[in-house]
């Protein structure tokens, strides 16, 4: 089993639509969480940290269930720029520094 | 504005050559990664340094590849001999403490023919 894993999708939704991405841990240590951006052909970016409490950055909502051991990314009123791969992280925080990535999730927003 | 800066950007070679891609993390920062990212199995983490240790390259295939950090402002990772398998867009990233963002440089694009 993959440490992180992801609906690789892709998801196409329309202008306006909700999306929601979900991502699965392996490691019930995991601390640390977070969703990047990947545009094509582009090194991966920050979107927002995951809290245990759940967090909101505008459009973007991000949520943690450590019970079930995954996070997920909502995503409201999309934008066409919106479209991007989305990127789930963990950090398992055993003591290293590992960051795992999951493989991503592809979104396209269409007109 | 802080960046990660890797060297080449793109490098085409042909098999049994060797390869050095080099990085300079963010000034300050202590854990330096290196991801290896293809279409068919996303980012893999090869190797990682905190405070210039390697830490774990588990991810890494022994036999070829090498990874080091000379100093805290490079890191590099060297393919020898290298291999059409290896075609891939190599990531370097830096970040400071644990479960801290890390921040991506844009990439080394290498082509192995």
């Known amino acids: 089993r993959k440490e992180v894993e992801q609906d690789p999708g892709p998801f196409n939704v329309p202008e306006g639509a909700t999306v929601a991405f979900n991502c699965t841990y392996s490691n019930s240590a995991s601390q640390s969480f977070f969703w990047y951006r990947q545009d094509c052909r582009k090194e991966p970016k920050l979107l927002m940290s995951?809290?245990?409490s759940g967090n909101e950055d505008g459009r973007f909502t991000a949520q943690l269930n450590r019970a079930s051991q995954y996070i997920s990314l909502l995503i409201r009123d999309s934008k066409l720029s919106d479209s991007a791969t989305y990127l789930c992280v963990v950090n398992p925080n055993t003591g290293g520094f590992k960051t795992i990535f999951g493989a991503g999730t592809r979104l396209f927003v269409k007109a | 504005d802080a960046r990660v800066t890797q060297t080449p950007r793109d490098k085409v070679t042909e098999m049994g050559q060797e390869v050095t891609m080099r990085c300079q993390p963010i000034l300050g920062h202590n854990t330096v990664f290196w991801y290896r990212q293809t279409m068919m199995q996303g980012l893999e983490l090869l190797a990682y340094?905190?405070?210039?240790?390697?830490?774990?390259d588990s991810g890494m295939p022994k036999d070829r590849f090498s990874a080091e950090m000379p100093d805290a402002t490079l890191a590099t990772l060297k393919i020898q001999p290298s291999e059409p398998r290896d075609s891939a867009v190599y990531f370097c990233a830096s970040g400071y403490g644990s479960g801290n963002t890390i921040y991506f440089g844009e990439g080394s694009w290498l082509t192995v023919v």
């Open positions: 340094f905190r405070n210039r240790a390697p830490l774990d």
């Open positions: 995951v809290y245990s």
